[in-house]
């Protein structure tokens, strides 16, 4: 289009060039920016796509959830519910025994995993710098964050089952199984806090003449408190709604069992996936419009909201512990 | 100021004070011994679980091959009568719906990441990653439930209408079966059970891009795009690959949503919109565990262990990887 560039007689050695060729064309450079407008859009979508199920999940539990939802089914467990009919109380049962079951096997579970996560995490920081054995723990701890949780169970189940006696099944059971879960997380928020503990302190107390053990429980573990509270109470919110472990270790019953170490127990989440399974109850032909045939559905939804908010609640807390207590960082 | 100084020798009383200090050197090495123990303790944890499965699934090597046979074809309704051929199908199962919901997940969460760590503004950015946590703190038997409830139902007009414009494909081979208890349905559901996994990840390395690389990249006249294709995803390639497998070890893993939505079948079939087509290795332990017995309960656990071994390796692969990009 246009012609040479001038050259300018004094340097008319230096060679001529076209720099109009390097100029970007109007449509490569209109087709870079519909390029970029479009991956723009594909970005956002995938956002928005995403939010869809979140929306959706959290909705129709409230909705269902809401509907079954009162005093009476939170006080009472599924003794005397005969078919879809209503119970002596007035309700339709409930599950009061799959809240202390899940509160007792998250206890047991929390009891077991968190000093030997927290002492574990100390090991890898503050002894054993970087051995070759810390990296392989470090790894494999890693590598059992990824263990399937039916995995899990089997496992606890198949040592019960070795060390106590074949069939057995307790709460306690499911708390080994659930702590295999939680003992990973717990020891990776741990390393993570311990290693923000800035290094003067550790040499301040040590440089004091206090022991090694005063130090760390004294110093190095006060400082990183709230991080591993937060962590631990995360990790508590992920195996709280793990079902897959507890259905093979701590069996369903449908009366209270507040017995941790002898007996089966039921949890919130198996008792969400038992009445899901159950489907329909039965009614008789005469009964009255006392009697819902789906009531197993509706139970399930309203254990599912009890559980979503449980959940939720712990994320809440865990993240504010570790926001409002986390060490000021220089 | 030091007592050590005033005086080269005290009494002797003033001695054991000074030079043993309450609960010292004991204290001391105990502590050190429960801290080396409680790391030991990972090591053995993990032997024990293979052990303890290899094990209790011993019956299944060393019993008679006979009564095995008879309670696997209880199991396949006479289909297979050696663990393998029992085994190989619920492995292709697993395989096919972890790998599709990895394929589903893997876009889609690579564009969350994005959006968080790119495109949204800095304040909106922190409520979006408080929203993805959330999407991974619901349990999963809720995912199951919902699948199993609401997506179900609602999703039969999509996947109809795939199997009837998409139907020479043979993947998507109709007819669609009404209610989609599908591989399909079912990877769709851990594809969002997955998503928030490779997106935390992901987000994190996204964010950890040397600011310098982009800078340089818009300062050439990149557009947003070509600077995220150009810096950004280049830098994070191995976080993302690493990312993907740790979902991919979840989606193997996941029991309770495919429990729940699933219609299970036993064959080596590709057919997923088709219902009883396939079943994963972890819901056949939850499905048939009830109802087996004590050689049942072998073979169930002889799976389990494969279940175990394919997802340790995936595991430490993807570490693996996250460790050689770190160094």
Known sequence: MMAQPQSSPKADKAPAIDFDKFNPTRSYTAARKRKDVAMRALIILAFVVALIPLVSVLWTTLVHGARRLNWDFLSHNMTNVIGGNQTPSGGYGGILHAIVGTLEITLGAMVISIPIGVMCAVYLIEYAGGSKLARTIHLLVDVMSGIPSIVAGLFAYSMFAILVGPGTLSGFEGSVALSLLMIPTVVKTTEEMLKIVPNDLREASLALGVTKQRTITKVVLRTALSGIVSGSILAIARVIGETAPLLMTAGYIVSTNANLFSGEMTTLPVYVYQEYSKYHANCPADAGSGCVTGIPMERAWSAALVLIVIVLILNLIGRIVAKVFAPKKK | ?327
Request: one cysteine or more; charged letters at 10%.
């Open chain 2, 1 to 327: 100021m030091s007592p050590m100084t005033s005086a080269s020798k005290p009494s002797s009383s003033s001695a054991s004070s000074l030079t043993k200090p309450v609960s010292g050197e004991k204290a001391d090495r105990v502590f050190r011994a429960v801290a080396y123990a409680c790391g030991i303790l990972i090591l053995v944890v993990l032997a024990a679980v293979a052990l303890f499965l290899l094990f209790r699934a011993w019956p299944l090597i060393g019993g008679d091959q006979r009564t095995n046979g008879e309670v696997i074809a209880n199991f396949t309704g006479g289909r297979a009568t050696n663990f393998w051929g029992y085994v190989g199908p619920l492995l292709f199962g697993t395989v096919l719906v972890a790998a599709l919901a990895l394929v589903i997940a893997f876009f889609v969460s690579i564009g969350i990441a994005l959006f968080i760590s790119h495109y949204a503004p800095k304040r909106l950015a922190a409520a979006l990653s408080y929203i993805v946590d959330i999407l991974a703190a619901i349990p999963s038997v809720i995912y199951g439930l919902w699948g199993g409830l609401v997506l179900v139902p609602a999703i039969y007009p999509f996947w109809n209408w795939v199997a009837e414009h998409l139907g020479w494909i043979p993947l998507f081979a109709g007819p669609a079966a009404n209610p989609p208890r599908t591989v399909a349905t079912v990877a769709l559901v851990l594809a969002i059970m997955i998503l928030p996994i490779i997106t935390s990840i992901t987000r994190d390395i996204f964010l950890q891009t040397p600011k310098l690389l982009e800078e340089a990249a818009l300062g050439l006249g990149a557009t947003k795009w070509e600077m995220i294709r150009l810096s950004v995803l280049p830098f994070a390639r191995s976080g993302i690959v690493s990312a993907s497998m740790l979902g991919l070890g979840r989606a193997l893993g996941e029991t309770m949503a495919v429990l729940m939505i699933l219609s299970p079948g036993l064959k080596y079939s590709f057919h997923l919109l088709q219902a009883s087509q396939n079943q994963t290795i972890a819901a056949n332990i939850a499905a048939q565990y009830p109802e087996a017995d004590s050689i049942g309960v072998s073979v169930l656990i002889g799976t389990g262990l494969v279940l175990f071994v394919i997802t340790f390796l995936v595991n430490l692969l993807a570490r693996r990887i996250t460790e050689k990009a770190s160094k």
